[in-house]
């Protein structure tokens, strides 16, 4: 996606430890006419397959979701909320899954509502940032909790440096990014 280049190129800030930033179009402050661009360039990638419920896990993911789910004529958007911990009285009403933030270093559960998934679904997974796939496992374990089906995940952007998709192809998991980083060295992006 030749856009979301553009604006990794012009707006993205690298760190002093190499990370990119894209919190001023993506994940903090939102374009919304780039979030739109987003979701029609998913339905394209994944105008083929029969989706039922689209998935992403809170945040910047639900305005994916809501973005792309439009462009399937509004697809149900399904959001896994990030807890510390889960009471064990609502246990029986939530499906759950721990992942682990290597942004963050720490562990948090995912939970979703088990209402809004079920049996034989087919389930779209979103999300901004594909590294090590901790979070999209999570919700792949709650999918299957479920007795639902995945039939792909889209990445905004993918640190092809890390082995997140890797992981997600080698369990038959099908991974479409719509932007890829090579490298981030001294400073600068290296896309693919």
Not at 13 to 35: A, K, P, Y
Not at 48 to 65: C, P
Not at 82 to 100: A, D, L, P, T, W
Not at 150 to 160: D, F, H, N, R, Y
């Amino acid at each position: 996606m030749e856009l979301l280049k553009e604006k990794i190129k012009n707006e993205g800030r690298i760190t002093e430890d190499n990370i990119l930033r894209v919190d001023g179009f993506l994940n903090h402050q939102m374009d919304v006419n780039f979030i739109t661009e987003v979701g029609k360039e998913f339905k394209n990638k994944f105008e083929n397959e029969k989706i039922d419920k689209i998935l992403t896990i809170e945040s910047t993911g639900i305005a994916l979701g809501v973005a792309t789910s439009q462009q399937f004529g509004n697809l149900p958007l399904v959001f896994g909320k990030k807890v510390e911990r889960v009471s064990r009285q609502k246990e029986e009403y939530f499906y759950k899954s721990e992942v682990y933030s290597f942004t963050k270093q720490s562990i948090y559960n995912v939970i979703i509502d088990k209402r809004f998934i079920k049996k034989g679904e087919k389930i779209l997974i979103l999300d901004d940032f594909l590294a090590n796939a901790c979070a999209i496992f999570g919700l792949i374990d709650i999918v299957k909790q479920a007795g639902a089906e995945v039939v792909g995940v889209g990445v905004v952007i993918e640190k092809a440096f890390q082995d997140g998709r890797k992981h997600l192809e080698n369990k038959g998991v099908r991974v479409e990014a719509l932007a890829s980083i090579e490298k981030i060295e001294n400073g600068e992006v290296t896309l693919k």
